[in-house]
């Protein structure tokens, strides 16, 4: 049995570090949203039309944050971590 707190207190360790990330990357994203809301709802507003929908920025920040932490644990994107964003592209010469 005292095999079994080791792998209890890891696995405890892992979960709060992956909801501890879940939570920073759904503010993050709430926030963001949330000014998309605030901006949308000034533009309509102005022109006349009621609108708030803060609740579906909260929940589409955390489907996408948790759709973020499952392409961190299946490694998307890893090689091409260090890659340039832009490369010149080689010229051909044309022959016309």
């Known amino acids: ?26 503010l993050y994203l709430c926030v963001c949203f949330g000014a998309l809301n605030l901006y949308r709802e ?30 961190q644990a299946f490694h998307i994107g890893d090689d091409t971590r260090h890659a340039a964003l832009f490369t010149p592209s080689r010229l051909r010469r044309c022959s016309f």
């Open 42 to 71: 000034a533009i309509l507003n102005a022109h006349g039309v009621s609108f708030s929908s803060y609740g579906w920025g909260a929940v589409n920040a955390l489907s996408l944050a948790k759709f973020i932490l499952i392409g």
């Open 1 to 26: 049995m005292a095999s079994k707190a080791p792998v209890a207190a890891t696995v405890a360790r892992k979960l709060g570090r992956e909801l501890r990330e879940f939570a920073i990357a759904a």
